[in-house]
């Protein structure tokens, strides 16, 4: 058996980090836009520090910016490892799509102010006093202090023992754990001093604000209600408050004393919720303790980024979707790049990319189980159209410029998929055909930013990059189990088999640009990553022959990209043939294409330091020089900073690694989470949210540093 952790390569030294970046509905008889959004008339969006540079001096500004909607970064983000959420500090649910994370909306005020929302809170407050997760959790605190009292609001997505001992589920692929989904979100309020007017409004909107909920009262109470609305998700409302029903809304108010304990619970399956205090504050226990045993199972160092670390992994498991082991690049759509701009995309599906680099994130702090369920899922995507079946020699069509696509997935490059023929760029989480990409008009967007998408075009896209991403992701798994299944090997074959007939073709690339496909130099680099592990692969799996051809494959790709992937001022190009730079390539040093002392290596590391950032912070590429499609500029991309951390480690470069990271650490949202893009002037947080790519980014750059340090305190 070959020892694959003395090898080199992605695993030798650590995890390969983050990759992917993709990249108002009038209902009838709505009402005005609901407390804690737009209702107080000064909704106030953040606190914004801006930044202004005169040479060497740097003066601080603070601004109030006024909008309806919340900072993204403002927003929690709630998970039970099916279904998320987003609440806003007002404490009103704006996001949750049900009953699977890419469906429609029901609470949507994320994107427009009428589409629906949750809200519980105190009455005419819209600002809190603190907002927290309980340690080791994804179970939100926020705390209210009134003009009479103190009030404490608790909100979870349940998580209970597994219950399903007669009836399998129909969801489920993966092995049971302990645990499951109650598909429940409950909201608990304590009144823990003085008097406290406490208010619900329920209103929720499906199919993005289309449609207005109808509901009636469960029981011969008012503490039970439930949606009657035709060919929509059934909602169930209950608790201890005595609700009202006035059109779409469920309404509830009660002056809450001292020691006062109220709840509410929302919920979307046929299982009955908890009617009682006591049976809430065991799911809430259930749910910590759900989250607590899932983080004591990871090796998170004795480290001041520790907690940063531990908040990264917990949104990472709370954007897996357990059913199937997929993982959501994030739970938002159209959430803007560029204020007001049309960088608006839809991230609630699994990115092959992002999965299998998501799945080293967490694999680096320990986390295995999910990286298992990952490769699970890809098997059985690739065996419901007939892969695996067809690994050899008749996998794919001949393989045309500007048609790669068709020949790797099978999928036209617009509409439906209807014919998969082996590795996809993104799947839904639950496996399931994807629609075409839409936009959805009667949406006002993000204050204002159009179009609000739903579905994403870069699913037709040729991206070749995605090949070595898989093997390597089998490569790390084989090297931390010391074994390779025979699935996982069949997944192997069909990724290197395509690279090796698409690594001469033009591509879309890792940013999935709109343009004209090009010789993205990654996108060869990757292919190289495929075949250079595939080879090791076929060694441990025992096919000598087919590791030599793999191994001689691999040595022509690097030769090809040392040949025309450099520049004539000796760094690496974005594209054959290019001058531009590109932060894509910060993951070379990673990849370990070339040993990390290598000159060409570290030009390209510090070109794109010195020159592809603003104000310390990375860009993808300069919008003005490369052809995405679109003509607008962007923030800089949050992932791309945390990759330069890593590369600087990589080359050496330690004091300005540490910098950088605690710098970025530090631009963190107030919970800890993190967006697609930041504004390096404003330090205000763009696109979706969180984003998967930056937190296993993060994991990688803080663990490189750790490395780093104990390197250097080892040497004296």
């Known amino acids: 058996m070959v020892d694959l952790a003395a090898t080199d390569g992605i695993g030798a030294a650590e995890p390969l980090a983050a990759l992917h970046a993709v990249p108002s509905p009038s209902s009838a008889g709505s009402e005005q836009a609901d407390f804690g959004q737009a209702a107080i008339g000064l909704a106030v969006s953040g606190l914004v520090q801006a930044e202004q540079t005169d040479g060497a001096s740097r003066t601080r500004r603070m601004a109030w910016q006024r909008s309806s909607f919340p900072a993204i970064a403002d927003y929690a983000f709630l998970a039970d490892c099916e279904n998320n959420c987003l609440v806003a500090p007002s ?336 799947y839904a989480v639950d496996g399931s055909p994807q629609e075409p990409e839409i936009s959805l008009d009667h949406l006002s967007g993000y204050e204002g930013a159009t179009p609000v998408r739903a579905g994403n075009g870069a699913l037709g896209q040729s991206q070749h990059d995605i090949f070595g991403t898989v093997v390597d992701c089998v490569y790390q798994h084989a090297r931390n189990r010391d074994a390779l299944s025979e699935r996982s090997w069949r997944i192997v074959e069909i990724a290197v088999e395509s690279a090796l007939r698409c690594w001469r073709e033009p591509d879309r690339g890792i940013w999935e640009v709109r343009g004209e496909p090009r010789h993205f130099t990654l996108s060869k680099v990757m292919c190289w990553v495929a075949a250079d592990r595939g080879a090791r692969l076929a060694t441990l799996h025992g096919e000598p022959a087919r590791a030599a051809a793999w191994r001689a494959a691999a040595d022509e790709i690097h030769a090809d990209v040392c040949t025309f992937g450099i520049g004539a001022r000796g760094c690496f190009t974005q594209s054959y043939g290019s001058e531009e730079l590109d932060a894509s390539l910060l993951l070379l040093p990673l990849v370990h294409f070339l040993p990390s002392d290598d000159p060409r290596l570290v030009a390209t590391v510090e070109a794109i330091a010195d020159e592809l950032t603003v104000d310390g912070m990375v860009l993808r590429y300069r919008t003005e020089a490369t052809d995405d ?81 104990r390197a250097e305190e080892s040497r004296g």
């Open 629 to 709: 499609g679109l003509d607008q500029p962007e923030g800089s991309f949050t992932t791309c900073s945390f990759w330069l951390v890593s590369a600087l480690v990589e080359i050496g470069e330690l004091r300005r690694a540490e910098q950088l990271c605690e710098r970025l650490l530090v631009a963190a949202s107030p919970l800890g989470l993190y967006a697609e893009e930041l504004d390096p002037v404003s330090g205000r947080h763009l696109g979706n949210f969180p984003q998967a790519l930056t937190h296993l980014a993060l994991v990688n750059a803080v663990l490189h540093v750790v490395r780093g340090q």
């Open 91 to 426: 404490g009103a649910v704006e996001w949750l799509c049900l009953p699977r994370p890419h469906d429609p909306s029901v609470f949507g005020t994320l994107l427009d102010r009428s589409a629906g929302s949750f809200r519980l809170g105190p009455e005419e407050l819209a600002v809190p006093a603190s907002r927290r997760y309980l340690p080791g959790t994804n179970v939100l605190e926020t705390t209210w202090q009134t003009a009479t009292g103190w009030l404490v609001v608790t909100d979870f997505l349940a998580v209970g023992p597994w219950h399903r001992d007669r009836d399998r589920s129909s969801l489920h692929r993966r092995t049971p754990s302990d645990f499951d989904a109650r598909h429940v979100l409950v909201r608990i309020a304590r009144c823990v001093f003085g008097v406290v007017d406490l208010s619900l409004k329920c209103a929720p909107s499906y199919d993005y604000g289309l449609l207005d909920a109808r509901w009636e009262y469960n029981g011969a109470g008012y503490d039970s209600v439930v949606t009657t609305t035709a060919g929509a998700p059934k909602i169930s409302l209950a608790g201890n408050m005595r609700f009202g029903i006035e059109g779409r809304n469920v309404l509830a108010r009660h002056r809450m004393r001292e020691g006062e304990t109220a709840f509410v619970s929302l919920g979307w399956s046929e299982r009955p919720l908890p009617r009682e205090l006591e049976e809430v504050e065991q799911w809430c226990h259930q749910t910590e303790r759900f989250w607590r045993e899932w983080l004591d199972r990871g090796q998170i160092p004795d480290h001041p980024g520790r907690e940063a670390l531990e908040r990264s992994a917990l949104a990472l498991k709370g954007l897996t979707y357990a059913p199937t082991g997929a993982i959501l690049a994030a739970p938002t759509t159209s959430l803007p790049e560029e204020p007001g701009g049309q960088r608006n995309w839809d991230y609630r599906f699994a990115w092959v990319r992002d999965s299998a680099f998501a799945m080293w994130g967490l694999h680096a702090v320990g986390f295995d189980a999910e990286a298992e369920d990952f490769l699970a899922f890809l098997g059985d995507m690739l065996e419901a159209d007939g892969s695996f079946e067809s690994t050899r020699n008749d996998q794919f069509d001949d393989i045309k410029p500007d048609s790669t696509a068709m020949a790797i997935t099978g999928a036209s490059p617009i509409g439906r998929v209807k014919a998969r023929r082996g590795l996809e760029i993104l």
